[in-house]
């Protein structure tokens, strides 16, 4: 298997311009995960999915910040306007299902950067 | 209280020494604990699970005490590839996994 897909792996972009982010999980995997990543604050939970559906999105910093998993294959972590505090690495990760020992596997992140 | 707190180092040691990370947890109900290693501008990927017996693997041995609510991770006979930063991992069943932040290594010649 490719492992978790994540495009762009770089993205540079203007203060107000919206971004896109995007996740192909393992396929099979149930789950799908987006984290945020900063020196500051360490690895935080954005949203996650189960089979598609949102689970818990407690994460997501504020309304700037959208997701959306339209099927098993394919998920966009959207932020309209993008602030420079957004700037941080975004990570997707998947797994089959949440039984004990079951683990996370994460794709090689996408590297914002707001100017 | 942070949910899972580590001591963020760094850790500098030479290679070939014995080193140990602790890790605490705030949420009794976690069923799950793993560590994960980080390299320098790479995923985090699992490195071990933690087993309330402990385990070993390797130069790595793990152990959790739930009493206590205290994770650790024991690297052996260091190399200079184990230089990354080690994430302290719970999950509580039926929800996503909570990562510390971590703790920097670095081993040097």
């Known amino acids: 298997d490719a492992g978790v897909i994540q495009s762009p792996r770089h993205e540079v972009t203007e203060m107000g311009q919206e971004v896109t982010l995007r996740c192909k999980p393992i396929?099979?995997?149930?789950?799908l995960f987006w984290y945020r990543q900063t020196m500051m604050r360490g690895l935080e939970l954005l949203i996650y999915f189960n089979n598609n559906v949102p689970i818990d999105d407690s994460g997501m910093p504020e309304d700037r910040f959208s997701a959306k998993m339209p099927n098993a294959s394919f998920s966009t972590l959207k932020i309209q306007p993008s602030e420079p505090r957004d700037s941080a690495v975004y990570f997707c990760?998947?797994?089959?299902?949440?039984?004990?020992?079951?683990?996370?596997?994460f794709g090689p992140g996408t590297r914002l950067t707001v100017l | 209280r942070k949910e899972v707190e580590q001591d963020p180092g760094p850790f500098n040691v030479p290679e070939g020494a014995t080193v140990a990370f602790n890790c605490t947890y705030s949420n009794s109900a976690s069923q799950s604990f793993f560590w994960y290693r980080q390299d320098c501008r790479k995923e985090p990927k699992l490195l071990m699970s933690v087993y309330s017996s402990g385990n070993e693997d390797g130069r790595f041995t793990a152990q959790l005490n739930r009493a206590s609510q205290y994770i650790s991770l024991l690297i052996r006979d260091s190399k200079l590839s184990d230089s990354a930063t080690y994430l302290c991992v719970v999950n509580k069943a039926g929800t996503a996994l909570i990562f510390g932040k971590g703790t920097t290594l670095s081993v040097s010649s």
């Open positions: 990760a998947s797994h089959r299902d949440h039984k004990r020992g079951d683990t996370q596997y």
């Open positions: 396929s099979g995997h149930d789950y």
